[in-house]
Nanobody, 123 residues
Framework: QVQLVESGGGLVQAGGSLRLSCAAS????????MGWFRQAPGKEREFVAA????????YPTDSMKGRFTIPRDNTKNTVYLQMDSLIPEDTAVYYC????????????????WGQGTQVTVSS
């Protein structure tokens, strides 16, 4: 497995931006696809974005693709979630996850998870 540590969460006003980071470590940290998921209070965890080792990306909806991007720096084994034009509905705990092979929108396909970082968007 891979150890994942998220950072960068916090409180932001609607319309603002945040960049989350997820640093991966461990013997098999390289060559993995990485994903971001989020869980709002009272809701199920949902897929936000994913990126493969070679940079292929996946997003759940066009609207989220327009506001969120998922760059990665393979030299640092770090993936980011750049969130722009945030809305209160984006308030959630954001989790980073890793898997072998190609990207997936299914959380059950990921075998390593971070502890999560809280993002709160005020109106």
């Amino acid at each position: 497995q891979v150890q994942l540590v998220e950072s960068g969460g916090g409180l932001v006003q609607a319309g603002g931006s945040l960049r989350l980071s997820c640093a991966a470590s461990g013997r098999t940290a390289s060559f993995r696809s990485m994903g971001w998921f989020r869980q709002a209070p009272g809701k199920e965890r949902e897929f936000v974005a994913a990126i493969s080792w070679v940079g292929s990306t996946s997003y759940p909806t066009d609207s989220m693709k327009g506001r969120f991007t998922i760059p990665r720096d393979n030299t640092k084994n770090t993936v980011y979630l750049q969130m722009d034009s945030l809305i209160p509905e984006d308030t959630a705990v954001y989790y980073c996850a890793a898997k072998t092979g190609t990207t997936s929108r299914q959380q059950t396909h990921y075998d390593s998870w971070g502890q999560g970082t809280q993002v709160t968007v005020s109106s």
